[in-house]
């Protein structure tokens, strides 16, 4: 089964790779995240991905940074956390099943289901309602028992480890 694998960072990938190292996928990764806050931090944590997926995955494809159509996704909602985040992984999850069903994939799914700090059930739910409209399957897995491991394997590498999500709303300190 060809899946096309939403990655929001390499110590994310890290943790579902645990999982899908095991399953007979052809996996690509696909890097969209507009939401990304400053655009040198969307370009560090593709450089680090591409370290962490690399001899994983058939290819990384790191999509148009377009952090405006993230500003217009949670328009009005942009201090109300956690209620901008389903916008946000509505965004994503959107463009990521649109490629996929351009493309011939079988089936899409984000490393963003490996985050205990993410709504897992939004997740799910957003995913396979996006599959349906694509007509492309979302590939649902809870990958949360994974996210210790991918964490530690980051630190191993050594790969950068980010401490907020990506949107300037989370950005520890002064924004």
């Known amino acids: 089964m060809k899946l096309l694998l939403h990655t929001c960072c390499g110590p994310c990938f890290l943790g579902v790779w645990e999982d899908l190292k095991t399953r007979d996928l052809e996996i ?3 890097y969209y ?3 990304i806050y400053p655009e040198a931090e969307h370009n560090k944590r593709l450089e680090n991905l591409r370290i962490a997926a690399s001899g994983k995955t058939k290819e990384v ?4 940074y377009e952090p405006e159509k ?3 996704a949670i328009l009005g909602k942009e201090n109300d956390f956690p209620g901008r985040c ?3 992984y509505r965004l994503r999850l959107m463009t990521t099943a649109k490629y996929a069903s351009e493309h011939d994939y079988d089936a899409f799914s ?3 289901l490996v985050s205990p700090y993410q709504n897992h059930g939004a997740l799910k739910e957003i995913g396979e309602d996006i599959g349906k409209e694509f007509n492309v399957k979302f590939y649902y897995f809870d ?3 994974y996210f210790r491991k991918g964490q530690d394997e980051a630190k191993f590498i050594p790969i950068y480890r980010q401490k907020y999500c990506g949107c300037k709303y989370s950005l520890p300190g002064d924004k």
Do not use: M
């Open 28 to 30: 690509t990764s696909y």
């Open 33 to 35: 995240n507009p939401n």
């Open 61 to 64: 494809i790191a999509a148009t």
């Open 70 to 72: 993230h500003a217009q």
């Open 86 to 88: 389903p916008e946000c």
């Open 110 to 112: 984000t490393t963003l």
């Open 143 to 145: 990958w949360r028992p």
